[in-house]
């Protein structure tokens, strides 16, 4: 409004823009306008892991000395002598019911009866599936699924006695394989 209590009609114009063209998935332009696809293939490369059960490779870390990362021979299917299969000990002792592991030889027993089910667990911190094997938490309708070693990482209480694990939310009571 100006001073003498009028209105002015100011009219605005709309500024017309140019149109953004948007990117095509999966392909990338470069300076010679060529059109180079950036598709990754839908199976990941057979990339030998140092443990069959996760997809942690912890052999030139700090605790590839520590009693629970210990790695453990497998007698199983598929285990040739260029390329042995062999699981962390930690790992192994999650699946009570399947894995018979003799320490006095470390060696692992069993590891081919681990189900396809518990193979295509989505792993709750690294969140891979179909890479090892998960284990489920031991509290009655949880479904949070884990590889043994991203199970320490999350706080996962284990009770090695007992052959149960539980998830950070459903933790009890010390137990006798509470960490220190």
């Known amino acids: 409004a100006d001073s003498d209590g009028s209105i002015e009609v100011v009219k605005v114009e ?21 059109r180079v696809s950036t598709k990754r293939p839908h199976k990941q490369p057979d990339i ?62 069993g590891l081919d009866d681990i189900t396809k089910n518990q193979k295509k667990l989505r792993c709750g911190v690294c969140r891979q599936s179909e890479m090892g094997a998960c284990f489920q938490c031991s509290y009655k309708k949880c479904t949070r699924a884990l590889h043994g070693n991203c199970g320490l990482v999350d706080g ?8 149960e694990a539980f998830c950070k939310f459903h933790r009890q009571g010390p137990t006798s394989a509470e960490f220190k």
């Open 14 to 34: 709309k500024i017309q823009r140019k149109c953004r063209k948007r990117k095509q998935d999966n392909v990338h332009t470069t300076n010679t306008h060529e």
């Open 48 to 109: 030998p892991h140092e443990c069959a059960l996760c997809p942690n490779t912890l052999q030139h870390t700090k605790y590839s000395h520590s009693a629970l990362f210990e790695l453990l021979q497998a007698d199983t299917y598929g285990t040739t002598p260029e390329r042995p299969r062999r699981v962390h000990k930690i790992c192994a002792s999650m699946f009570p019911h399947q894995l018979k592991c003799d320490f006095k030889t470390n060696t692992v027993h």
């Open 156 to 163: 996962v209480q284990y009770d090695f006695d007992s052959g």
